[in-house]
């Protein structure tokens, strides 16, 4: 599977951006998604993730109640609907894919196998 993020931008503090992530192969609809990002200085960490039926939805304290994440398994493509954005969501934000169904997987970065090139998202205050 090869991902391909876009989306990223420059946008003032409270304002929204969607990142895309395209995937390649038929076996999309296979994979769980997640989506990570590192910002500057920082580790990589999680963000949100999908189960593979697109029913089940998993966030960040830290994003709850302002990112939501969606598939289109038509469209082999995730998305990541950013909103209310802050400064400190500034990062380079990276898609990936895997098999796991647990949440604790999820929410790991071992739990994916496959990874996007990342796009960078830039908050200012």
């Known amino acids: 599977v090869q991902l391909q993020a876009s989306g990223g931008g420059l946008v003032q503090a409270g304002g929204s951006l969607r990142l895309s992530c395209a995937a390649s192969?038929?076996?999309?609809?296979?994979?769980?998604m997640g989506w990570f990002r590192q910002g500057p200085g920082k580790e990589r960490e999680f963000v949100a993730a999908?189960?593979?039926?697109?029913?089940?939805?998993y966030y960040a304290d830290s994003v709850k109640g302002r990112f939501t994440m969606s598939r289109d398994n038509a469209k082999n493509t995730v998305y990541l609907q950013m909103n209310s954005l802050k400064p400190e969501d500034t990062a380079v934000y990276y898609c990936?894919?895997?098999?796991?169904?647990?949440?604790?997987?999820?929410?790991?970065?071992?739990?994916?196998?496959?990874w996007g090139q990342g796009t960078l998202v830039t908050v200012s205050s």
């Open positions: 192969g038929r076996t999309f609809s296979s994979y769980a």
């Open positions: 990936a894919a895997g098999r796991g169904t647990i949440l604790s997987t999820l929410r790991q970065q071992v739990g994916y196998n496959y």
């Open positions: 999908i189960r593979r039926s697109g029913q089940l939805t």
